[in-house]
T-cell receptor
């Protein structure tokens, strides 16, 4: 029972490089989310997806791209990494958007450092 | 003013103590409320939802005060394992997780 996994767990990259963070869930949850967590800020939503091939922007989408060709995968790509994108990235999933089944389950996070 | 505000703490309490956290929210249209727990360098996990009538889960009690726009979390008989950061989460739009607003968290340290 893997649940929701993220890879890599740690990544160091350089400014200007493209980086892809992977997220995989085994529950067949419809909804998937990408957040970043920084000191002084709460979790901030980058992008979310309601189903395969349906994605939408969150609060801080600039500089990021997502795709969802399969229900279980939701990769996040930093097209040209900047130092301000140094952060901890969490992927999450939920069964539904509302009601009692909207608990979000989080992956373990990816710590990204952009030099 | 932040949309969701929490006292960052840290709250240092001895084992067995009762501790309470408050969280205020600014948007009166907020629909649903949650407490998540986050251990150091780990992912957040749902602790409990907060219902209008208040709800209890073992040693944990959550309450909502819509008139004053705050939610609270009470922990009774604190355990060492309760040491964590507690995140207040507010959903501005019913049935839409895109509208979740996360507080910065309140840090709790339970000491032996």
């Amino acid at each position: 029972d893997a649940g929701i996994t993220q890879s890599p767990r740690y990544k160091i990259t350089e400014t200007g490089r493209q980086v892809t963070l992977m997220c995989h869930q085994t529950w067949s949850h419809s909804y998937m989310f990408w957040y970043r967590q920084d000191l002084g800020h709460g979790l901030r939503l980058i992008y979310y997806s309601a189903a395969a091939d349906i994605t939408d922007k969150g609060e801080v989408p600039d500089g990021y791209v997502v795709s969802r060709s399969k229900t279980e995968n939701f990769p996040l790509t930093l097209e040209s990494a900047t130092r301000s994108q140094t952060s901890v990235y969490f992927c999450a999933s939920s069964e539904l958007a509302g009601g009692s089944r909207n608990e979000q389950f989080f992956g373990p996070g990816t710590r990204l450092t952009v030099l | 003013r932040k949309e969701v505000e929490q006292d960052p703490g840290p709250f240092n309490v001895p084992e067995g103590a009762t501790v309470a956290f408050n969280c205020t929210y600014s948007n009166s249209a907020s629909q649903s409320f949650f407490w998540y727990r986050q251990d150091c360098r780990k992912e957040p996990k749902l602790l409990m939802s907060v219902y209008s009538s208040g709800n209890e889960d073992g040693r944990f009690t959550a309450q909502l005060n819509r008139a004053s726009q705050y939610i609270s979390l009470l922990i009774r008989d604190s355990k060492l394992s309760d040491s964590a950061t507690y995140l207040c989460v507010v959903n501005r739009a019913a049935g839409n997780n895109r509208k979740l607003i996360w507080g910065l968290g309140t840090s709790l340290a339970v000491n032996p």
